[in-house]
């Protein structure tokens, strides 16, 4: 299984404004529903994006100028709550490629690794130049470099980024779902299992 | 120096170091439920791939389980298709699977203890944040999403970066009506709701040891509310007691040589720590949340913050942000908020000991008649202990409707949900906007008894007043 080696992540980028957003308010629960995760972008911060009768609100993502966005900016802990999974998926189906923030709560950022969706943090006042940028101008590119470890967005911003060097790592490989390594290390699992007693315990009963 | 059990357990556990430099760790028991794990057998399906070590992984249903009528097949019909989905595959790859008619089904961090599947020096892994809970025995525990819940199920093992570890410092004695919640809101508060990003909690000192397995439970269950992915308690008597006997526990020669292992992997005296935090336990009151973070907590006594007391502008909008979202005023008491529902239950709070704990104090109270108050046993042996007790009868005479186990109005996935903007007083673990099934719903975390007082009183009230504690 041949993944991407994911060097750098460019498109328009979108700001969602807030401290601590939960995983509950990327996903609500009641679209936990599925048995996959097809369809599931549609949902993306459903209840701050639409009314109780299904109107639309005032939010960055409702706004026509943003439409198209590939990557999502945060502020601080984005991403807390759950480890549903279905949130990093929802921003990815939604179009999403990669996320800048602040700072991420550590289950939601594994699982958008995993998913090869960089999640990458900025000091809060790069993240409010980079804000002000996209907000001034919605159709500024922006570039994650990943070999770099910096963020560009129109030609003349450069900010530097801090990711954990094994998520890192993984995307520059393009080993970032980890499946086939892991399925690689049997017989040192086998090993592992031997020296485990209460694995041994229960194959011995 | 020493080692802590997180790095003795992480050691044990570790297969290798990945080129990424994240290492490859086995995982010991792997516990799933039909909403974040029926998808990652279709993704091993897509793979070709089976279940590698189908003994090690338990499945059972709590999310999307109604709790007034479990008759099958439910209502709802996308709930139907995810018990189907999860159980054809557990029957399809040899998994153990805790049905509905088993008398073992449950939420699944009640269960795993209960039925002592859940041991010292384990890794576990579940694909549900509250994971931390099964720390209380001494394991490392967390959450996982589905795509990793996929990797346990191919190859038993996971790719992780090792956490750092602080440990907590609980010492002194709990005042009278206070609780395990109130130490882990407090902690939360203290260190705030990203302030164990990177870190593994170890809860330890004089309070935290006098504690039972079940408030242990409740403390390491909300770790992941202070941000850190795992919680823990170095295991000891309390909890080989509390194992002992149960039915997935060792018996005979074996007991003893789990005791052995056990008790090699605890702390050493001198074990090297990230970092130390120290808390007052007897200085600790009744804590509520007041706004949208379980962070966002103060004492019952306290008065709910305002804006302009904060520090910076980024304090001062999530104050806004929150007051504005559960319309409260900053500045005046929580005392006195009108409630509009009340829940005792979830994987924070719904054992056999939080029951007969609210029982003792509402003996004689009734429940406000404007209040809808839910009590949801955490599974079918909390159900079957506290009904022998006859707990259910107190709950009813009270005023509560005595349900059937699930995780109910923790999180809006089965029929227990908030309507509009009611206000609930829960025992549950998160008050984020919209958990509780109402996009305008309002949650304010409090401990069971304290969730009693508020249902009595029809407004949040300090349990030591309601009850004479």
């Known amino acids: 299984m041949a993944l991407d080696l994911i060097q750098s992540v460019t498109g328009r980028a979108v700001h969602v404004p807030g401290d601590d957003i939960d995983t509950d308010r990327i996903i609500p629960a009641r679209f936990l529903k599925c048995v996959t995760f097809d369809g599931i972008g549609e949902h993306l911060f459903r209840d701050v994006r639409f009314d109780e009768r299904g109107e639309k609100r005032e939010h960055p993502l409702n706004d026509p100028r943003f439409a198209g966005a590939a990557i999502l900016i945060a502020d601080r802990n984005f991403g807390c709550g759950s480890s549903r999974e279905h949130a990093p998926q929802s921003i990815s189906k939604a179009g999403f490629k990669a996320v800048i923030a602040e700072s991420f709560a550590e289950i939601f950022f594994g699982n958008s690794t995993t998913l090869g969706i960089p999640c990458v943090s900025v000091g809060p006042e790069h993240r409010a130049a980079l804000v002000a940028r996209v907000s001034a101008d919605p159709t500024t590119l922006v570039t994650i470099d990943l070999q770099e470890q910096v963020v560009r967005a129109g030609g003349d911003l450069a900010v530097p980024f801090t990711i954990k060097p094994g998520a890192r790592e993984s995307l520059l490989r393009g080993t970032w779902d980890p499946i086939a390594q892991l399925l690689e290390g049997a017989d040192e699992v086998q090993k592992v299992a031997a020296r485990l007693p209460y694995v041994q315990r229960a194959a011995a009963q | ?25 086995f995982i010991g028991l792997h516990l799933i439920h039909e909403v974040t794990s029926p998808q990652a057998f279709g993704m091993l399906r897509d793979l070709g791939l089976r279940v590698r070590m189908p003994e090690r992984t338990f499945a059972t249903l709590d999310h999307i389980v109604p709790t007034d009528n479990r008759k099958r097949p439910f209502k709802d019909a996308l709930a139907e298709g995810m018990v189907d989905a999860l159980r054809k595959a557990c029957t399809e790859q040899g998994v153990t699977f805790f049905d509905l008619e088993s008398g073992r089904q449950g939420i699944v961090h009640i269960i795993g203890p209960e039925l002592g599947l859940t041991q010292p020096g384990m890794t576990i892994a579940c694909g549900d944040s509250h994971t931390s809970t099964h720390g209380a025995f001494g394991a490392i525990a967390f959450g996982i999403g589905t795509t990793q819940v996929r990797d346990v199920l191919a190859t038993q ?4 970066q090792r956490l750092k570890v602080r440990r907590i410092q609980v010492e ?5 009506g206070v609780y395990a919640k109130d130490i882990i809101l407090e902690i939360i508060r203290r260190l705030g709701v990203s302030g164990g990003t990177g870190y593994a909690y170890e809860y330890g000192g004089s309070t935290i040891e006098g504690f039972s397995m079940e408030e242990r439970m ?8 202070g941000g850190a992915r795992v919680g823990y308690v170095n295991p000891d008597q309390t909890t080989f007691d509390y194992i002992k006997g149960r039915p997935y526990a060792p018996k005979g020669e074996a007991w003893e040589e789990a005791l052995g292992y056990w008790r090699s992997i605890a702390s050493d005296e001198d074990a090297r720590y990230d970092d130390v935090v120290r808390i007052d336990a007897s200085a600790i009151a009744p804590t509520v949340t007041w706004g949208i973070t379980p962070g966002q907590a103060i004492s019952v006594k306290e008065k709910v913050p305002a804006a302009e007391d904060a520090a910076n502008e980024s304090e001062r909008a999530l104050i806004r942000e929150a007051l504005e979202y559960m319309r409260l005023e900053g500045g005046k008491p929580i005392e006195g908020t009108k409630i509009n529902v009340a829940f005792i239950g979830s994987c924070t709070n719904g054992r056999l000991s939080d ?39 107190v709950f009813r005479e009270a005023g509560f409707e005595w349900r059937e186990p699930g995780c109910s109005m923790c999180l809006a996935m089965n029929p227990d949900k908030l309507i509009g903007d009611e206000l609930c007083a829960s025992s549950s673990n998160r008050n984020f906007k919209g958990r509780q099934g109402s996009p305008t719903g309002r949650t304010v975390l409090m401990s069971p008894v304290m969730v009693a007082a508020a249902a009595v009183r029809g407004e949040i009230a300090d349990a030591r007043d309601v009850f004479g504690i």
Not at chain 2, 172 to 176: A, F, I, V
Request: charged share 25%; net charge positive; aromatic share 4%.
């Open chain 2, 1 to 25: 120096m020493g080692k802590s059990l997180y790095d003795k357990v992480w050691d044990l556990h570790k297969v290798r170091t990945l080129p990424s430099g994240e290492d490859q760790l």
């Open chain 2, 157 to 160: 093992t996971l790719s992780l």
């Open chain 2, 172 to 176: 002194g004695k709990l005042g009278p």
């Open chain 2, 218 to 225: 409740t403390l390491c269950n909300m770790s992941i509310e």
């Open chain 2, 355 to 393: 029951f007969r704990e609210v029982a003792r104090r509402i003996v004689g109270h009734k429940v406000a008649a404007h209040v809808r108050a839910l009590a949801v046993p955490g599974s079918m042996e909390v159900a079957r202990a506290a009904e022998a007790e006859g707990l259910d009868r």
